[in-house]
Nanobody, 125 residues
Framework: QVQLVESGGGLVQAGDSLRLSCAASGRTFSSYNMAWFRQAPGKEREFVAHISRSNIYYADYAGSVKGRFTISRDNAKNTVDLQMNSLKPDDTAVYYC?????????????????WGQGTQVTVSS
């Protein structure tokens, strides 16, 4: 069992930066692939970024955030962060942290096993 708690959301202007953090409980955090998803009002939940469980951290990003967002993890602290730069109004959404026990990294939210409660990010123009 893993419990995830996101923090760091807020209201910013276009072009600003935010850093989201997800704190995980449990002693097996390092064995989970971790991801960030987001959901805007009236839209489906969409993949943002994920990072592998291994010591050689493989990360991948949605095309809409590539080059602006960076995902990282600290297995000693049981945290996974999302650094978001050059924010745009289209980035406005509730951002969710998720953990996956499977072997393969995936962008499919239905394959993630644990979710946080979400944190709101609002970017004004």
């Amino acid at each position: 069992q893993v419990q995830l708690v996101e923090s760091g959301g807020g209201l910013v202007q276009a072009g600003d930066s935010l850093r989201l953090s997800c704190a995980a409980s449990g002693r097996t955090f390092s064995s989970y692939n971790m991801a960030w998803f987001r959901q805007a009002p009236g839209k489906e939940r969409e993949f943002v970024a994920h990072i592998s469980r291994s010591n050689i951290y493989y990360a991948d990003y949605a095309g809409s955030v590539k080059g602006r967002f960076t995902i990282s993890r600290d297995n000693a602290k049981n945290t996974v962060d999302l650094q978001m730069n050059s924010l745009k109004p289209d980035d406005t959404a509730v951002y969710y942290c998720a953990a996956q026990r499977g072997l393969r990294l995936t962008r499919d939210p239905t394959l993630y096993d644990y979710w946080g409660q979400g944190t709101q990010v609002t970017v004004s123009s």
